[in-house]
């Protein structure tokens, strides 16, 4: 028998972890499981012609928001090409309204809800003939006889009954590694899916050190962990970034999403022991507003968050990505903008402004009329408007989205945008300004090169400083661009090279050899690997102030966390 497993990712870096679990499972049927996967970045076209030149006896979809309308285009199509292959789907978009999908496709034989990997075993045993009845199976929602019929949900497995998948690990080869140690999330929030299963559960922890030393062995790039709230369980936590730290094999990233406000002392501790780039943390604060806080069901003391992120950042070790969501209950723009400044003002590497899903099942989905929620019809189902929030505040959201991932996020504007917020009432107003100045010069409707992003931020810069402040912000602008790149074409707003040749090997060949920590740099063969850069304001300072600085950036020895040169102030000799 041929079974395929489709899944359509939504990059080609993704992998999906579910098809992948699910083959892993069903042991008995092994060979007879192919996993097809694909990106939305695909036409269906060609996902439909690669599918059906597969032959498949039974057809397979992993269905996420991302990927739904993909997925609901392929079955209406390749039913009318294979018109007696049964078409399974499973997956978090089809399980909480599983009749409704079949009533909107009756292509669909039926559906595999929640947890997967029982299901689909007995879904193939059925059809292997060691069962006779669709109806024995729980967790499916199913076509018989011209009805449509609701077996009970599946009571969650063990977790360390599923099979490792990456035993043929070059498969996976410049793909984002997806690992679970646990599954399940003991939070309840409103706009989660997460929260409708509230059975929590950990992969042992043997099984986890093993499995996480197959992936050091290997030196993957990264592992991003998927379980919803990884130090919910402190021994588990702490166990598993013990383990990390004592094998790290210097290249290994691990990924991991937390909840800050339950951090320990001895696991931050731990934390500012770890190598620079080992682990990063993704916080979900998604608001600051008590009233919201409540309101989402969520538990979440944001001034212990902010003092947690500052103490994980003075280690200057971990990348850290804070998240905020729009549109959530009682978060007018008002109250999203003190939300938003108050993150910010932690300063994570990365803020990300997202905008609230309401997902099928949710509470957040149940109680929309309540907020007068609008959202899109379509996947992934966005929100429009709130009681609270209107659509015109929704584009001024947007706007500043835009401009947090191009000038905060990008992490290539970081002095700069440092010194210009001094500028302004707030962060926040900041990127409403910088928003407006994009839309007002039609900047929004194209794409622009790196250096393109730089001389826009400087017409920003010259509408909002004083004109004798605009050689400083020239500056900042050189030396960010600078820090991430050695360029060959010097930029217009950097000017002229300011080091002459002359006292560039002054320094090559009579300052470094004398200087220890500087003696590196007096080889020929260093010189293509370094920038020296003179700059009429010190450059370092956190104030503006007018003192000439010399620099050395050695893009050798980068910043592992944000990439940025290492950067050297060189002494200047009168």
Known sequence: MNIILTAVNAKYIHSNLAVYSLRAYAKPYLDEIEIAEYTINQTTDFILMDLYKKQPDILCFSCYIWNIEYVTELIVEIKKLLPEVPIWLGGPEVSYDAAQVLESYPQVTGIMKG???????????????????????PGLTYREDGQIRENPWRTVMDLSKVPFVYQDIDKFENKIIYYESSRGCPFSCSYCLSSVDKCLRFRNLDLVKKELQFFLDHKIPQVKFVDRTFNCNQKHAMAVWSYIYEHDNGITNFHFEVAADILTEEEIALLHKMRPGLVQLEIGVQSTNPDTITEIHRKMDFQKVAE???????????????????????????????????????RPEQLQLGFLKVLKGSYMAEHQEEYKMIHKDKPPYEVLST???????????????????TFYNSGQFGSTIEHLEQYFSSAFEMYCRMGRFYEEQGYHKRSHSRIGRYEILLEFIKTAVPE???????????????????????????????????????????????????????????????????????????????????????????????HQAKVIRLPIET
């Open 115 to 137: 947890e997967g990997e029982e299901t689909f075993l007995e879904v193939l045993d059925y059809y292997h003939g060691k069962s006779s009845n669709l109806s024995d199976i």
């Open 308 to 346: 947690i992120v500052r103490q994980i950042n003075a280690g200057k070790n971990v990348h850290q990505h804070l998240d905020l969501i729009a549109g959530l209950p009682y978060e007018g723009l008002d109250s999203f903008q003190k939300s938003f400044d108050e993150v910010y003002a932690v």
């Open 387 to 405: 009681k609270w929030l209107s659509y015109d505040d929704v584009l001024v959201l947007k706007s500043v989205e835009e401009m947090v991932e």
């Open 468 to 562: 004798e402040s605009l050689v400083f912000f020239q500056e900042l602008l050189t030396f960010d661009l600078y820090l991430r790149e050695n360029v060959k074409n010097r930029p217009a707003f950097a000017g002229d090279y300011t080091v002459e040749k002359e006292e560039l090997f002054h320094l090559y060949d009579e300052v470094f050899p004398r200087e220890e920590a500087l003696a590196g740099y007096a080889g020929k063969h260093q010189r293509k690997m370094i920038h020296i850069e003179k700059f009429q304001y010190d450059i370092l300072s956190e104030r503006k102030e007018k003192r000439e600085t010399l620099i050395l950036l050695d893009y050798q020895k980068r910043n592992p966390l944000n």
